[in-house]
């Protein structure tokens, strides 16, 4: 490419794009070296300016690697979180294959449709796991479920037409979420009237 050429191809550029080869000058030949010396003369663009892009491009990139990273690890926690789900539904079958009795006929499709049901809610909600209240809730809801999906349908087969674990993965969130909701607002209630007790020796 001939240095007119260059120069054209320069003067179209904008001062970011100069700015970013100059931080390539290495990979540039001298005629295109020296083409953008001129051009960045010409708009002005100093050593102070060039200093202060860099500066902006440091930091641009380093937020780009810092949110690329938390995407990956966004991701690999989705994954990780459907083999422990995967996990847990071929670890309760097989305890209840290896048990020494079993449910009744009647309500056993039924039970395995409400355990699907409630593995899967104690998944979506798993950064509550460490409270009590969402296992209380979440075993309130179990009941809940097998009884209403035992009540609406006898059969309670879990395929989509007879409807069963939809009407399980319903059941389950209301319950559970009432009920944890709920149970939250007691123990809060009763911890703070706790502190006031402790706090206040008047109460005593």
């Known amino acids: 490419m001939q240095i007119h050429n260059i120069v054209d191809e320069y003067r179209k550029k904008t001062e970011e794009d100069l700015l970013r080869l100059a ?109 009590l209240s969402f296992w209380v809730s979440l075993a309130i809801a179990a009941v809940a479920q097998l009884s209403v999906i035992k009540a609406l349908n006898p059969g309670a087969h879990w395929h989509y037409k007879d409807a069963s674990f939809v009407t399980g993965l319903v059941v389950g969130f209301f319950v559970w979420g009432a009920m944890f909701l709920l149970l939250r607002h007691v123990w809060q209630d009763l911890d703070t009237h706790s502190d006031d007790r402790h706090g206040n020796p008047e109460s005593r």
Request: net charge positive; glycine share 4%.
């Open 23 to 131: 931080q390539d000058r290495e990979l540039l030949t001298p005629e295109a070296n020296s083409a953008l010396t001129d051009e960045l003369a010409r708009r002005k663009s100093g050593a102070e300016r060039f200093k202060a892009f860099s500066k902006e491009e440091e930091r641009h990139w380093r937020k780009e690697a810092f949110r690329s990273k938390r995407k990956r690890t966004r991701v690999a926690g989705r994954w990780w979180s459907r083999i422990q789900l995967v996990a847990a539904y071929a670890f309760g079958f097989l305890i209840y294959h290896l048990l020494p009795f079993r449910i009744p006929r009647d309500w056993e499709e039924a039970a395995v449709v409400t355990f699907l049901c409630t593995v899967a809610i104690g998944f979506m909600f798993h950064e509550f796991w460490k409270g």
